[in-house]
């Protein structure tokens, strides 16, 4: 849970504030590393969210239900839920990676990205946005 939370505030904090905005011609404005610090962003925060509710779980097994305890509450089981929380965290937002397009186009270089004007439009992206909004919640 700690990982989880360092890196959201890396990604959210310290690379999008801080360094985006201080270096706004860095290597950050490349549209590759734009396209993939969003997808972390996402991802990282999903994983944190995510990670917490499973905690969460398993205090209230230890703390309430004696009974199951024994048979939930082991290293194996949480490192089995944390995998499995963390590779769906991620996985569910590699389209994200293909969301964005770059800005323009300085010499051989992509800069900046914004949204693929298909995004708003496309029966793809929106059946990814709906099925986005309905997994999330059932993770």
């Given at each position: 849970?700690?990982?989880?939370?360092?890196?959201?505030?890396?990604?959210?904090?310290?690379?999008?504030?801080?360094?985006?905005?201080?270096?706004?011609?860095?290597?950050?404005?490349?549209?590759?590393?734009?396209?993939?610090?969003?997808?972390?962003?996402?991802?990282?925060?999903?994983?944190?969210?995510?990670?917490?509710?499973?905690?969460?779980v398993d205090r209230f097994?230890?703390?309430?239900?004696?009974?199951?305890?024994?048979?939930?509450?082991?290293?194996?089981?949480?490192?089995?839920?944390?995998?499995?929380?963390?590779?769906?965290?991620?996985?569910?937002?590699?389209?994200?990676?293909?969301?964005?397009?770059?800005?323009?186009?300085?010499?051989?270089?992509?800069?900046?990205?914004?949204?693929?004007?298909?995004?708003?439009?496309?029966?793809?992206?929106?059946?990814?946005?709906?099925?986005?909004?309905?997994?999330?919640?059932?993770?």
């Amino acid at each position: 849970m700690a990982v989880a939370d360092i890196m959201v505030c890396i990604f959210n904090v310290i690379v999008r504030n801080v360094l985006s905005y201080h270096f706004p011609d860095s290597f950050l404005a490349y549209t590759c590393t734009c396209r993939l610090t969003s997808f972390i962003q996402i991802s990282c925060v999903q994983f944190s969210v995510w990670s917490t509710v499973s905690f969460t779980v398993d205090r209230f097994f230890a703390i309430c239900c004696q009974k199951l305890k024994s048979k939930y509450c082991t290293e194996r089981t949480a490192a089995v839920i944390l995998t499995t929380v963390c590779l769906c965290s991620f996985l569910i937002h590699i389209p994200v990676y293909f969301r964005y397009e770059p800005s323009y186009i300085a010499g051989d270089i992509r800069w900046g990205c914004h949204p693929v004007a298909e995004y708003a439009s496309s029966p793809a992206w929106k059946t990814y946005k709906w099925f986005a909004k309905l997994l999330v919640p059932l993770l």
